[in-house]
Structures are given as C-alpha cells and as structure tokens.
C-alpha cells in the first residue's frame, strides 16, 4: 500500500492550497480517507476525515469552515481545499487510510486507528 502527498508549498496568510493524496495497494473506495498534520515540536494533529460508506465528513474545531475533505474513487485520490490559510496551520501534512467506516470525530482523530499512512507534504504559511 502507498499514499503519496502532493501540494504543499508556501503560501502567504489568507491564501488557499490543494493537497492531494494518491493511494494505490488498497481498495481504496472502501477505506475512510484522513488528513493528520505536524508542526515541529508538536504531536500528530487531526485535520480531516471522510468516510467511504455514508460520504459524511468531519473536521477538527480550528480548521472547520476553511478546510474541505473530498475524495474521487475513480482516481483513488483524496484531497484537502484549504482556504483562508493562517499561519499556525504552517506544518507537515500526512494522509492516512482507515479500513474501518466511523462518522465518529472520536474514532477519526485518532493517529494509531488509521492502517497507512503517506509520508507527507509540507505547507508553511507566512504573515
């Protein structure tokens, strides 16, 4: 299984960028597809999940509204809009396949529930 993340780069406060993630190895259709991040210094963060059975989406508090997971199965790529960037959203970008189906943020946010996990694109976001 491989998960390769593209798209990162810089960009300035308030700009917007569009991470892509290419799976192959997997049945990716029936995988729930999440985005993680890392800034230097700190833990895994949960950013993003969708799930592969009921297309439901769920979002951490400090990204809700500016962030949007999507996925295309014909492709097997999943994505991440990012918009009106900050500043502290600066930070390596992982994506993460989970065999499992869950709506649930509490289940989804959790870094050791995912099965693979891509080896990240860096996005720095200045003021």
């Known amino acids: 299984v491989q998960l390769q993340a593209s798209g990162g780069g810089l960009v300035q406060a308030g700009g917007s960028l569009r991470l892509s993630c290419a799976a192959s190895?997997?049945?990716?259709?029936?995988?729930?597809m999440g985005w993680f991040r890392q800034a230097p210094g700190k833990e895994r963060e949960f950013v993003a999940r969708?799930?592969?059975?009921?297309?439901?989406?769920v979002y951490a508090v400090s990204v809700k509204g500016r962030f949007t997971i999507s996925r295309d199965n014909a492709k097997n790529r999943v994505y991440l809009q990012m918009n009106s960037l900050k500043p502290e959203d600066t930070a390596v970008y992982y994506c993460?396949?989970?065999?499992?189906?869950?709506?649930?943020?509490?289940?989804?946010?959790?870094?050791?529930?995912?099965?693979?996990w891509g080896q990240g694109t860096q996005v720095t976001v200045s003021s």
């Open positions: 969708h799930n592969w059975r009921s297309g439901n989406t």
């Open positions: 993460a396949a989970d065999r499992s189906s869950s709506s649930s943020i509490a289940t989804g946010a959790i870094p050791r529930n995912y099965d693979y």
């Open positions: 190895g997997l049945t990716f259709s029936r995988f729930d």
